[in-house]
């Protein structure tokens, strides 16, 4: 059963993310990524001294994933600033999707991606400085579309039929 307030939520982070992208002066980063779902979120951290405490003074993120992972990511970004690290690593993946309201159990995961991103890139054994993520082993679905279109080879797309 389709949730509308949640699909309007979805919708206007969508519409209008908030600190999409790379950030270039990150103090830290940090990525994971689902093989089940084949989704992928990398948070960037950018740290400030506020009275004598290290907090987050700004958060940026990319996802290749659903539109429940992106608008998370969003909110996670917005949530997280002013926090301390710990503050930031208390936070649980449904806390971190709370203002989209109760995420059905097939979405549960895009908050625990968001939370694994944001503890990659927090926990300072993982992530002491930024560093870009190596290129994928396999191709991507853009990949795909890139070699088919230079190519004489075909990519074959199915579209399901929504049946909700």
């Known amino acids: 059963m ?10 206007e982070a969508i519409a209008n993310p908030k ?9 830290a980063v940090g990525a994971v990524g689902s093989p089940n779902c084949g989704d992928m ?3 960037w951290v950018k740290f ?12 940026t993120f990319q996802t290749f994933g659903c539109e429940t992972a992106i608008a998370v ?3 996670a970004t917005e949530m997280i600033r002013g ?11 449904e806390e971190l999707a709370r203002d989209l309201g109760p995420l059905p159990p097939m979405k549960i995961h895009c908050g625990e991606l968001v939370e694994g991103a944001l503890r990659s890139a927090l926990r300072p054994s993982v992530a002491l400085t ?10 991507t679905l853009l990949d795909n579309f ?9 990519l074959k797309m199915v579209f399901l039929k929504d049946e909700a």
């Open 73 to 75: 990511a969003s909110l």
């Open 83 to 93: 926090k301390t690290v710990d503050e930031a690593l208390a936070l649980s993946g």
């Open 48 to 59: 400030k001294d506020e009275n004598g405490k290290k907090v987050i003074d700004r958060a």
């Open 130 to 139: 930024a560093k870009p993520m190596a290129s994928p082993a396999a191709g």
């Open 19 to 27: 600190n999409m992208g790379e950030m270039e002066s990150a103090d």
């Open 2 to 11: 389709e949730n509308p307030d949640l699909q309007q939520k979805i919708a």
């Open 146 to 154: 890139a070699a088919a279109a230079t190519t004489r080879s075909t």
């Open 41 to 43: 979120v990398r948070m």
